[in-house]
């Protein structure tokens, strides 16, 4: 059974950095994709970062400079690193494995999702 756990979030002043980490089980790292995910009060779902599983990593615009995403293979874990945090990242971050079917980077029909957590960035 695929499962992700996300930990990691809290409170930050702008400006400031948190690492978040998403533990997997279940399945290997890559046979799925692996990216993080935020959705903010009011706002849609985004995709901010991707491990793909052909090999590059990916990011939106929005955290590119900013945010960078890691993997320990051994302790099946991703991670990810937000710098220079801004009042307009708060929102309840997820990570998810997704199977992709090529037309986008972390983009599938079959997706794993774990349980979000918090961020909340005061200004």
């Known amino acids: 059974e695929v499962q992700l756990q996300a930990s990691g979030g809290g409170l930050v002043q702008a400006g400031g950095s948190l690492r978040l980490s998403c533990a997997a089980s279940?399945?290997?790292?890559?046979?799925?994709?692996v990216g993080w995910f935020r959705r903010a009060p009011g706002k849609e779902r985004e995709a901010l970062t991707c491990?793909?599983?052909?090999?590059?990593?990916y990011y939106a615009d929005s955290v590119n400079g900013r945010f960078t995403m890691s993997s320990d293979n051994a302790k099946n874990t991703v991670y990810l690193q937000m710098n220079n945090l801004k009042p307009e990242d708060t929102a309840v971050y997820y990570c998810?494995?997704?199977?992709?079917?090529?037309?986008?980077?972390?983009?599938?029909?079959?997706?794993?999702w774990g349980q979000g957590t918090q961020v909340t960035v005061s200004s």
């Open positions: 491990i793909s599983t052909d090999g590059p990593t």
């Open positions: 998810a494995a997704v199977e992709e079917d090529g037309s986008s980077w972390c983009v599938g029909a079959r997706e794993y």
């Open positions: 279940g399945f290997t790292f890559g046979d799925y994709a």
